[in-house]
């Protein structure tokens, strides 16, 4: 379980736009910046967005993050297949001293 | 451009202790404003925060596994280890190195490797 949780999956079709949830509470999410990563098969993490809502350099601004209160959101427009991928959140969890992530979602891209 | 490797065995028995090294080029693990983490992810799972050390030597590591783990660096090889003792089935994962910024964010990330337990 999970401590951010996300939706095991998504999809929509090329495209078009969808978004990713990460719920977490007021230890985590509600006080500390939020990172989401990319990993597709069987490769490593893929830095995507930084303090909420930064882009690395490199990274498409069909990418984009956003967070309100406990929540974060990373939204992605038109779709490519080659955003398949899963996609986790992160942060800082202040009251277990310890970094927490999502449990990761399935993109697909139909 | 940063780059992290991941080295050590791929096969450790139950009971003994894993060892990891990670070497870093590219940058120097001396020069500060970065932690050094290990992460690991469960076959078909998500992703597990292990720890992370500073290059003072200073660590923190995960409550859930911090009695069996050690972070280590060694500023003169620009490398930093894992040791994770008494391993079970259950510590089967492919491990990962990665820095990690002031703002908890893991920008730059090694290949990863598989460690099996068996």
């Known amino acids: 379980q999970s401590v951010l949780t996300q939706p095991p999956s998504v999809s929509a079709a090329p495209g078009q736009k969808v978004t990713i949830s990460c719920s977490g509470s007021s230890s985590n999410i509600g006080k500390n910046y939020v990172s989401w990563y990319q990993q597709l098969p069987g490769t490593a993490p893929k830095f995507l967005i930084y303090d909420n809502n930064k882009r690395p350099s490199g990274i498409p601004d069909r990418f984009s993050g956003s967070k309100s209160g406990t929540s974060a959101t990373l939204g992605i427009t038109g779709l490519q297949t080659g955003d398949e991928a899963d996609y986790y959140c992160g942060t800082w969890d202040s009251s277990l001293s310890s970094v927490v992530f999502g449990g990761g979602t399935k993109l697909t891209v139909l | 451009q940063v780059q992290l490797q991941e080295s050590g065995p791929g096969l450790v028995k139950p009971s003994q202790t894993l060892s990891l090294t990670c070497t870093v080029s590219?940058?120097?693990?001396?020069?500060?404003?970065?932690?050094w983490s290990w992460i690991r992810q469960h076959p078909g799972k998500g992703l597990e925060w292990i720890g992370y050390i500073y290059h003072s030597g200073s660590t923190y590591y995960n409550p859930s596994l911090k009695s069996r783990v050690t972070i280590s660096v060694d500023t003169s090889e620009n490398q930093f280890s894992l040791k994770l003792t008494s391993v079970t089935a259950a510590d089967t994962a492919v491990y990962y190195c990665a820095r990690v910024t002031d703002d908890y964010y893991f920008d730059y990330w090694g290949q990863g490797t598989l460690v099996t337990v068996s």
């Open positions: 590219g940058g120097s693990i001396s020069s500060g404003g970065f932690y």
